[in-house]
């Protein structure tokens, strides 16, 4: 980072980079560039008129509410919707919800509550790199846990719990960012029966998991038994409803419901009330599980449309995964494949992807890219990988 006169940045800053995602984002916006890059949502999908009505019944019939100062917990009606929502998982009390300006904030107010400079969280490898951007501003030295396909292996975390003493574990066990891996239930199982042996707590991250194409769904770690007290889970509005309003959610129990409310406060006293009335206004008069269903719809299609067609042209060392939901698929290009080198070739020739190493805390595999067929339609998709193709020599 550039030396401000006068200003002395803070320490936190020296080894925290800013997220390369966000900086790609920022170079694709020409229209002649097909993105794979963030997991951005197709805004076509988005129940446009039904946000419309939301926020039109909030400022229309509770204007003075949602235009004035509020409590840092959350709406109660919004905290009210989201406990049911979630009830259908693991018991919620509304109590139990902080509601956060997006999951995003709930991972740096975790981080805000249980982190000292030094202390170690254990992370999948690879891990969703904007948390270890949060974990790491908030002083934590992030240590990374061997994974397969199924995630984080359950020897590989004991022997890490023994080693670092970890402040927490942090998971996305549904649809991972950035692998689109999903751990089983018997991986959940024992990775569960560890943590609760060891009394280690779990931030457990979902906000892919509702969005499942195939297959089905599997109970939250936070579900097992024992685990409840010890899991702090979020959830969002930004994947299943739209990232716009900035709405997400922590479930939690005990003490660390009051450390997440202090942090909320310093960070921003609430998340906007405006949003906070409207997305209870839409989940209380809306069906948005038939809008997942649609939009789940969509994704498979748009998947399998990426999936095939790489498939198709892929040389033979090379592999890329089929998830059953979420938003983004791995590959893996094999040895001797740089991706981050590629990628300006990839962006002159009109394709845009996420290089695989920043979602590494260590050791990255560089050959690695994560792909999102979110954003574009089948036919758009196949013209996006006849420029992978391209830019790769395929
Ligand atoms: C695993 C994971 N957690 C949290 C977030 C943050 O999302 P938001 O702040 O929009 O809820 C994302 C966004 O991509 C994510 O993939």
């Known amino acids: 980072m550039v030396n401000t006169p006068g200003f002395r940045l803070s320490a936190r800053f020296a080894d925290v980079k800013s997220s390369p995602v966000r900086d790609i984002q920022a170079v694709i916006g020409r229209d002649d560039i097909i993105t794979f890059a963030g997991g951005i949502p197709d805004a076509d999908l988005f129940e446009a008129d039904d946000f419309a009505a939301a926020f039109d019944y909030v400022l229309t019939h509770q204007a003075k509410r949602a235009l004035q100062y509020a409590s840092t917990p959350g709406e109660p009606e919004l905290r009210e919707q989201v406990a049911l929502r979630l009830a259908r998982q693991l018991p919620t009390h509304p109590d139990q919800i902080q509601v956060t300006s997006g999951s995003q904030e709930g991972l740096f107010l975790v981080g805000m509550a249980l982190l000292d400079a030094g202390d170690v969280v254990l992370v999948e490898q690879p891990t969703y790199l904007a948390a270890v951007q949060a974990f790491s501003l908030a002083g934590a030295r992030l240590v990374s846990v061997p994974s397969d396909e199924h995630g984080v292996l359950p020897d590989a975390l004991a022997a890490a719990i023994a080693e ?134 969509a994704y498979r299609e748009r998947r399998d449309a990426m ?47 996420v290089p695989g190493w920043p979602f590494y805390a260590a050791d990255p595999d560089h050959s690695t890219m994560r792909l999102s067929y979110v954003t574009n339609t089948p036919a758009v998709i196949a013209t996006g990988i006849e420029r992978l193709a391209r830019a790769f020599g395929w």
């Not at 927490?168 to 024992?190: A, C, D, S």
């Not at 060392?317 to 590959?331: I, K, T, Y």
């Open 164 to 297: 670092h003493d970890p402040k927490f574990v942090y998971l996305v066990p549904n649809f991972q960012n950035p692998t689109g891996r999903t751990m089983p239930l018997e991986r959940r199982r024992q990775v569960a029966e560890l943590l609760v042996q060891t009394g280690t707590p779990l931030l457990e991250d979902d906000p892919y998991g509702e969005l499942r194409f195939d297959g089905e769904p599997v109970p939250p770690l936070a579900s097992l038994p024992g685990m409840a007290g010890q899991t702090v889970i979020q959830n969002s509005a930004s994947k299943t409803m739209a990232p716009g309003v900035r709405i997400g959610w922590l479930r939690a129990e005990g003490d660390i419901l009051r450390a997440l409310e202090i942090g909320k406060q310093a960070v921003g006293l609430q998340t906007a009330v405006t949003d906070q009335l409207a997305v209870a206004r839409y989940l209380a008069t809306c069906d948005l599980d038939a809008h997942i269903v649609k939009v789940a719809a």
């Open 307 to 353: 999936v095939d067609g790489l498939r198709a042209i892929l040389p033979s060392q090379a592999s890329v995964n089929r998830p059953e939901g979420g938003m983004f698929l791995w590959a893996e290009l094999g040895e001797g494949v740089d991706t981050a080198a590629v990628l300006p070739r990839a962006l002159e020739c009109g394709v845009a992807y």
